[in-house]
C-alpha cells in the first residue's frame, strides 16, 4: 500500500493544480457552478413544488453521471486517454468529466437545508402553502427535537465518510480508472462491514438536513438525491471486479453494499465513534 497521502498521489496526476492560478480558476469555476445551481434550486422551489423534486432528480443524475460514464466505459477510456495524454491521462479525464460532479453532488446534497421553516433561521425560501411544506413539528418544540436529531445524522455521516481500509482522496476521485496498475484494495475497518461507506455516510447527511428543514417535501428531496447512488454502486461494483477479479466478487457475497448485516451493527456503531472495529 502506498505511503503517500492520496492528496498528493492525486496531485501527482492531475499537476495543472500544483499551479496557483489553474487551481484558482477551477476552484472558482466549480464555486460559482455550485451557486449557480442552488440559486435556481431556490428559484424554481419558491414558484413550483413539484418543479423543485424534479430538478433535484435532474442535478442528482448529472451529478453521478460522469461518475458512470467513466467507470462503466472504463477500458475504452484508459486505452484512448494513456495513448493521447501519457502520464497526463487522468488530468485530461478530471477536466472534461469530473470538474462538474463536485458543484452538482454538493448542490443535491445541501439543497434539503433551504427548504428549512421559521423556527431556528429567517426563511429561506418562501415555500407555496402546501401539506408537504408545513412544519412537521410545531415551531415551539422543534428545536429541542429537529436540531439535536438532524446535528447528529449529520455527524454520524460525516463519521462514517472518514472510513479506515486505506479509503483516501485519490481513491475518491477515481485516479485509478486510468491508471488500475496502481491502485489498491481498500480493506479492514468499516470495509468489513459495508462496501461503500461512503454513500451510507452520504445517507446520513442528506437525511439530516432533512431532517433540520422540519417538511415532507425536505425529506423528500433528500431521498432523491441518494437513491441516484444504487445505480453508481452497481456499476462500480462491476468494475472492481474487472480489477481485482474473484478476490472482490467474494467480497460482494460476504459485504453488504450500504446496510450493515444485523449481527454487525454494534461493531459498526464502535467502529464510527471510537475508530475500533
Not at 32 to 39: A, D, G, N, S
Not at 80 to 96: D, S, W
Amino acid at each position: 500500500m502506498s505511503e503517500k497521502p492520496g492528496m498528493d498521489i492525486f496531485l501527482e496526476y492531475v499537476p495543472a493544480f500544483k499551479i496557483w492560478y489553474k487551481a484558482l480558476g477551477t476552484y472558482l469555476y466549480q464555486i460559482i457552478l455550485f451557486l449557480v445551481v442552488m440559486f435556481l434550486f431556490w428559484w424554481i422551489s419558491s414558484r413550483f413544488l413539484i418543479g423543485s423534486l424534479l430538478y433535484q432528480v435532474v442535478i442528482a443524475v448529472l451529478a453521478i453521471l460522469p461518475f458512470a460514464y467513466i467507470t462503466k466505459n472504463s477500458e475504452n477510456l484508459r486505452k484512448k486517454y494513456r495513448e493521447r495524454h501519457g502520464e497526463l491521462a487522468y488530468q485530461r479525464l478530471y477536466y472534461r468529466f469530473m470538474i462538474y460532479t463536485l458543484p452538482f453532488g454538493a448542490a443535491s446534497l445541501y439543497f434539503p437545508i433551504l427548504l428549512k421553516t421559521d423556527y431556528f433561521l429567517p426563511v429561506i425560501i418562501s415555500l407555496p402553502s402546501h401539506f408537504v411544506t408545513k412544519n412537521l413539528l410545531p415551531k415551539e418544540i422543534a428545536p429541542f427535537i429537529v436540531i439535536p436529531l438532524g446535528v447528529f445524522l449529520i455527524i454520524v455521516g460525516a463519521l462514517i465518510r472518514k472510513p479506515s481500509g486505506g479509503f483516501d482522496f485519490d481513491i475518491d476521485s477515481y485516479v485509478y480508472l486510468m491508471f488500475p496498475e496502481k491502485s489498491r484494495k481498500v480493506e479492514g475497518g468499516i470495509y468489513d462491514y459495508v462496501r461503500h461507506p461512503r454513500y451510507l455516510g452520504r445517507v446520513f447527511l442528506v437525511m439530516g438536513l432533512g431532517v433540520l428543514a422540519n417538511n415532507i417535501l425536505a425529506l423528500g428531496i433528500a431521498v432523491i438525491h441518494f437513491l441516484s447512488y444504487f445505480m453508481l454502486i452497481k456499476i462500480e461494483d462491476g468494475e472492481l471486479v474487472k480489477r481485482f477479479g474473484e478476490s472482490f466478487r467474494q467480497h460482494q457475497k460476504e459485504v453488504p453494499a450500504l446496510i450493515p448485516k444485523y449481527g454487525n451493527w454494534r461493531k459498526v456503531v464502535k467502529f464510527v465513534f471510537i475508530r475500533k472495529g
